[in-house]
């Protein structure tokens, strides 16, 4: 036995202290995003101090909220190896569902509304959920069919009908006008989804099996963890956020109809990817997501605000989320390497 | 529940009698009986392809037995699945554990079970304070908040032992745990495996590392072609009994090649190196001479074929072909200078299963068939046609999909490939696996007919009759290195054994 101790071993303690304080900076993965988005701020208001007049703070977080709503659903869905293109066309369905009930029904409580576009959405992400499980095709084939199904649905359904400002009730409109201790009413009901969903993520069982899931999923099913009911669950909840988003769109914005949140889908992918949630699943989180949704969004007011043109703007957002991604990879490749080789010495 | 194997045995934890397990015509165990009692460690030993691996899978609940006799702790135990085999008490250390790579140590250990408070949120304190008990109880030293990715072997072991030990597991079973770790990592798992021993666990270890198991085990169980051999007191029995019982059986009646004139060297690799993976090997192969490559799985022996052809990089040494250099890292100039390469997965690397006979057996010559750039079907089956009369393919037609053909004749297919590029050096690797008896001895008879036209051979082979029956020369590799080169006349299952398993001070360079 002993002589095959032959080459030297490191001392464990050596690299504990270090490897520590490394892994939990390694385990921020919301740090970067957060940092670009404080410099992004910094920088613009250099430029322009208007953008953070209090009218101009309002509309970063009033252009952030329905974006962050839909980041952490899509974030959930990632963590566990999936995603879900068919959101945009869920928040059209939603939101076009929020102004037929408010125009036909004026006295409407906000609530029961709420409640019907969650429920909408809720089934329509398990209809996605239970395609993505029982039939084993991967969702982004599955999601982009659901994505193209739900918009034909939307289109017969709305027509030519467009639903305006005037067509629902203005308690309804205020949401995204009345403000607490400055914050939009929708803004608040966005942080609160970002702190639950980011608890349920982060400290309960249902929660770290997605992240189990999507690190290994053969791993994951060997384990016990019921794979099938979790990654259903991922789908449904998304589908459910994405139909709050789609009511908290008819309140925000002036017209809904048979286009309302054409497209969106890949901005949300693009938010929770900025954010650290990895594509391939098993890390990231819902926070960081968020983080992603408001650095994407802020950016683009940012370019207004310091006068780029318009017709750049989509190509310097490109740029940024090619970046992001690059840096994040590279990091996370070096990192790994020093591991491996920490590991193995 | 202590130590005591000197006084009255232990109660039995664990017993698996008479298991019979077939996938299709294979039969993987015949015969498989296996006893483990309470705080012993008890090697399970055999050949490549003996049924060990098969006999874990039963005992983890990955395969359901076609027969057996299989009690835990007393009572009748019928595994539909890993949870049940879980749920009685058996974890299962395979070599390369599968642990999630994006989750922390400690919730590795308890995914699915983590502590949680009155609210049901995960106590990650609490987690973290078990796990470092756990690590404690073990003797290690892991920090249990880091992530698992980029953790050693070793320590990705001990910490699906430290699982078990959560789990309450009566019965560990190690599936060769040593043959990725390091001396002082090997230590360290031995310590724990005493101490785990020493509280009453049954542990059932499985290696080729005969120094391991005679300094480890208090008894050994010897499995040979899927059949229970015998069972010995570790002190009572020596290496060359246990060997003489894995391979023990009679070569004699099995493929013997067929002499031919052996001429000048056509393959020379010189100071071949990988580092990590293989490191100094020599080979020379004459034209005419078959040279086994005999070795355990995960020896080196196809990494070497892989970086001779080409296919792998390598970082040092030379590989000649009749005098002249081959570059390294090109398959296309080594198909030109001649050599030809049969992999061991004949289904996913040899052929395209879809396309047919004519064009599978075409594939490696069709720039030679071409006329500006197109292939003529005709011209296509005419070689073809050429080779598989030759090599006796059995199909109902040129233009079936070769999947529908045997293995056996799947591999003349191969071979047929081959041949049209009319090489001087044949790579092949495993020739007959998966392949039945029958047509086992007319694949050899077609190898050494090729040897006879003056082609040099070397073949890779886990099966010692094979490389008994059919090689000139044998060379034995071990742990990336080549451990012995035995002459024919030498070659007796024994010295191979030996010299593919046997501790590197122990062997004479």
Redesign the interface.
Known sequence: MSNLTATAEPTEQDSTWAARAFESLRHMRELPVLAALVVLIVVTYAVNPLFLSPQGVKDLMLNSTIVVILAVGQAMVIITRNVDLSIGSIVGLTAFLTGTLFSGNPDLPIAVVLVAGILLGGALGMFNGLLVTLAGVPALVITLGTLYIFRGLNNAWAGGTQYFADDRPQAFGNLSVQTVLGIPIITLIAVAVVLVAGLVMARTRPGRDLYAIGSDPDAAKLFGIPTTQRVLSAFVVNGMLAGLAGVLYASRFNSVGATTGTGIELDIVAAAVVGGVAIFGGSGSVVGAAFGAVLLTTITSALTAVRVDKFWQQAIVGVLILAAIIIDRLVAMRNERKLRAEAQR | MTSNHEAAPAPVVLELRNAVKSFGAVVAVSDGTIELREGEIHALIGENGAGKSTMVKILAGVHRPDVATFQVAGEDASFRN??DS?AAGISVIYQEP??????TVA?NIF??R?P?NRL???D?RRMRRDAAALFAELGV?L?P???A????IA?QQLIEIAKAISMDARVLVMDEPTAAL??????RL?TVARRLRDQGVGILFISHRF??IF?LTDRITVMRDGAYVSTHQTAETTEAEVVREMVGRSVDQLFPKEPAPIGEPVLEVTGLTRRGIFSDINLVVRSGEIVGLAGLVGAGRTEVARAVFGIDRYDDGSVTLNGTPIPPHDPQASIDAGIAFVPEDRRKQGLVMDLSVARNATLAVRRELARMGLISASHEREVAEEWTDRLQVKTSSQSAPVSTLSGGNQQKVVLAKWLATEPSLLIIDEPTRGIDVGTKSEVHRLISDLAGRGIAILMISSELPEVLGMADRVVVMREGRVSEVIDRSDAVPEAVMRAATA?R?EVPA
């Open positions: 890993v949870g879980k599968t642990l999630f790579p994006d989750l919730e995914i699915g983590q949680v049901r949120l995960i990650r030293d920090d908040h880091r992530i990715d980029g953790l050693s320590d390091s001396g002082a990592e090997v230590d031995f120094e391991e300094a501790a001070e």
